[in-house]
């Protein structure tokens, strides 16, 4: 019995592509590139390479626009704190919202322990900010909106470009975590017209332990990790060059062949979706019918439990996730899903289904072929029998 990976949401593989690329720089091009010798400069080369070629991938007018982490927390980390703390005598309100990453709701959290006021936005029954919401949100002390360009358990899209004009025309900071979005979606800065972007190397093909952050020229930002000032003084630390060469190869791979993966993808979740759906009782779609990540799948199951159902889909060779990687230790439900207004029901039977490169039509079939034994099984040695018109779907 082979693994059937479903939960590219969490991490991908690193393509060979990126491996390829990765090589030479762990045992030929070695050097700190911050040192003034031979193999140094050729380190500092290569690091300068992948920074231009992201800066042209994201559009971006300068390399200096190009700050490299250690991943995406980091990076999230160092936007809003970073602009938070620059800021602090302008204002001290942070808009974001209640269906954020937690690296997002943890550091906003954080600061309002410094003094920071937060406002965390509802979403709608899909788990989306409208543009009138964050509008109505908005305050003379506001210096900062943090919004996810995509939701990392549900796929819903937000209107991210029209978010962050609404930003730009009251002169306020606007960041989105588009973590997920890296892979899938536009991230051309410039005509997104944000302010600050978050990405990250293993959602996309490329190693662990890299990401980076966009910053718009002219943005304030004080850095979060001293030491000797390297990425411009904003992220002290010898750069990964391994890790940082093979994300920008992944990046390049990653929005040269988008819009055929998303035609791809998208007909493979639809299939898996109507499969679901239309062969299995008591169950729904989270997130935008429509609006929504090409690979993304999340369901609710009433009367199971999410964490059996991934267990017993684990024996059968598939690998998936119950909502967030980053919070598969806990057993409370996802918070994503209880913010889009469902029931506790719902949200603690949801399974999320990640589609990737490898996964092929063949392993939507048989998804759909297992899926309904085991909700079956589980149905029959579970305490609850709710019926769909007792429990209320999207309350708000």
Not at 361 to 379: A, F, G, H, T, Y
């Amino acid at each position: 019995m082979k693994d059937i990976y479903l939960d590219h949401a969490a991490t991908t593989y690193v393509r060979e592509e990126v491996l390829k690329e990765m090589e030479k720089y762990f045992t030929e091009v070695y050097g700190n590139p911050g040192s003034f010798n031979s193999i140094g400069l050729k380190a500092k080369e290569a690091l300068d390479k992948a920074r231009d070629k992201i800066k042209e991938l994201l559009n971006a007018p300068s390399e200096k626009n190009i700050i490299f982490t250690s991943g995406g927390t980091e990076s999230i980390n160092l936007a809003i704190k970073g602009v938070a703390r620059s800021l602090k005598k302008k204002g001290n309100h942070i808009i974001t919202s209640k269906v954020e990453h937690h690296a997002v709701l943890e550091t906003c959290k954080y600061l309002e322990e410094e003094g920071f006021e937060v406002t965390y936005l509802d979403p709608d029954q899909y788990g989306i900010i409208s543009v009138e919401k964050l509008e109505r949100a908005i305050k003379s002390n506001t210096i900062l909106v943090s919004l996810m360009y995509a939701n990392n358990e549900i796929g819903s899209i937000n209107p991210i470009k029209e978010l962050a004009e609404i930003c730009k025309s009251k002169r306020i900071y606007f960041h989105t975590d588009a973590c997920q979005a890296g892979g899938l979606l536009n991230i051309d800065a410039k005509e997104l017209n944000i302010d600050l972007m978050t990405l990250n190397s293993s959602k996309l093909y490329g190693p662990k332990g890299v990401g980076l952050l966009y910053i718009k020229t002219g943005i304030l930002i004080k850095p979060i990790i001293h030491g000797g000032g390297q990425e411009f003084g904003l992220r002290s630390g010898t750069e990964n060059v391994p890790g940082i060469m093979g994300f920008a190869k992944a990046l390049e791979l990653a929005q040269l062949e988008r819009e055929e993966e998303n035609k791809r993808l998208g007909k493979l979740s639809k299939k898996l979706t109507e499969g679901i759906l239309n062969n299995i009782p008591k169950t729904v779609l989270n997130g935008h019918p429509k609006n929504r990540l090409s690979n993304n799948v999340n369901i609710s199951f009433l009367d199971i439990e999410g964490e059996a159902l991934l267990l017993y889909l684990n024996e059968h060779g598939f690998c998936a996730s119950s909502g967030s990687a980053c919070t598969s230790k806990t057993l409370d439900p996802s918070h994503v899903i209880i913010a889009t207004g469902v029931p506790y029901e719902f949200a603690h039977g949801s399974l999320r289904i990640t589609l990737g490169k490898k996964t092929s039509e063949e392993d939507i079939n048989l998804m759909i072929s297992v899926l309904p034994k085991i909700v079956e099984k589980l149905r029959l040695i579970s305490p609850f029998n709710l019926k769909m018109e007792e429990v209320k779907i999207n309350a708000r």
